[in-house]
């Protein structure tokens, strides 16, 4: 598979890596505006692009692809706000997106391990519940993508919470995010629920940026040719499905 890399940061360095030991070509590098205007036009002769850069630069970068029409996976972060417009864009013009905040299968694994937690602990209102994520200090945004995932999975599944707050909870309705910036972290995740008498905690702990680049390169073997928007479930159930 061609595949044009947009970000070559750490995600994207990690990701040439591993996508030529799979087989596959990098046929282009873009990491910043310059590298746009110089080999922007080389863009459409890939067959997947990769997307890895920044909160500010995601969506003009998405809709460069939609442009070219070639079908892109994203794993920026930090540009949720947009997320509506840009999936409604990409159905109804028919262009090709993959999305997800975190490509790592444990993860997305800990995601349902969250839910089923959160539906066994919906009627006891005894345990305050809150998230911790821990990451590198060269993470742009907070609370991380994958934490407000986590956040509204249990709002989604317990009644007396209604929304996620930045930093500690002030009110019974709300579950709180706390951030912490730590080095290299590649990404901690904790889920806490804590009564008088006892704490139950899961935690999710990426070991390597390898796993999210893995995750990325298989979002773009299973996106190449097809057209809509996409998420891990999708990819995962064709995993289960292909197994
Ligand atoms: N979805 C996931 O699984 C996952 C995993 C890790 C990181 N992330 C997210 O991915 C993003 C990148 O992470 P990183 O650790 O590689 O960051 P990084 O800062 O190491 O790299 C970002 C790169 O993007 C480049 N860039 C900036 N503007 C650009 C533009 N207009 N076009 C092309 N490139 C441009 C920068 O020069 C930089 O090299 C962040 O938002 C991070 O939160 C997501």
Known sequence: ?????????????????????????????????EDWQERGSLLKEAEVAIEFTTPDSAVDNIMRCFENE???????????????HIRKTCIDENKSLFFSPNFSI????FFDLNRYLASLMAKWDNYEISIEETHHIHKLDAPSGTAIVLANDIIRKIERKEKWVKELQENPDEVGIKSYR????????????????????ITHTAKTRRGFALGAIMAGEFIKGKKGFFEMKDLLNFQKSTV
């Not at 444990?106 to 694994?109: A, I, T, Y």
């Open 182 to 201: 730590s080095e290299d972290v590649p990404g901690t995740h904790k889920v806490r629920y804590e009564s008088e008498m006892d704490a139950i905690v």
């Open 70 to 84: 070639i079908p892109v996976v994203v794993g920026t972060t930090g540009w949720i706000e947009d997320i509506d």
């Open 106 to 109: 444990g993860v997305n694994l």
């Open 1 to 33: 598979m061609k595949i044009a890399l947009l970000g070559y940061g750490k995600m994207g360095q990690e990701i040439h890596k591993l996508a030529e030991k799979r087989g596959h070509e990098i046929i282009l590098i873009i990491d910043n505006d």
